[in-house]
């Protein structure tokens, strides 16, 4: 499985970003795939996941409101739209796929990685 994050950039505190991730490779239909991002000097921070199959989604409270994951299986893609952004969402964003079925919120139960897009937010 490979993973291909885009999308990031620079904005203004209150603008918008939609990241994109797209999928290649054998694809686990049955596993979530999770955001995350992680700012300089930080740990890896969870941001939301989403399931395949069934549209469940589930984020982190700092991002509650703001984000939405949303997906195009024919794609094989999966988006994080980003609104009322803050200086504090100013990180490397990367998408994950689950080792499990399960979804988590722990970094530790994904296999597969992205490269991360940067996203800067600007006050």
């Known amino acids: 499985v490979q993973l291909q994050a885009s999308g990031g950039g620079l904005v203004q505190a209150g603008g918008s970003l939609k990241l994109s991730c797209v999928a290649s490779g054998p694809i686990f239909s049955n596993y979530p795939m999770g955001w995350f991002r992680q700012a300089p000097g930080s740990e890896r921070e969870f941001v939301g996941f989403?399931?395949?199959?069934?549209?469940?989604?589930y984020y982190a409270d700092s991002v509650k409101g703001r984000f939405t994951i949303s997906r195009d299986n024919a794609k094989n893609t999966v988006y994080l739209q980003m609104n009322s952004l803050k200086p504090e969402d100013t990180a490397v964003y990367y998408c994950?796929?689950?080792?499990?079925?399960?979804?988590?919120?722990?970094?530790?139960?994904?296999?597969?990685w992205g490269q991360g897009t940067q996203v800067t937010v600007s006050s």
């Open positions: 989403i399931r395949w199959r069934v549209e469940t989604t």
């Open positions: 994950a796929v689950s080792r499990h079925m399960v979804p988590s919120t722990r970094s530790d139960d994904y296999a597969y």
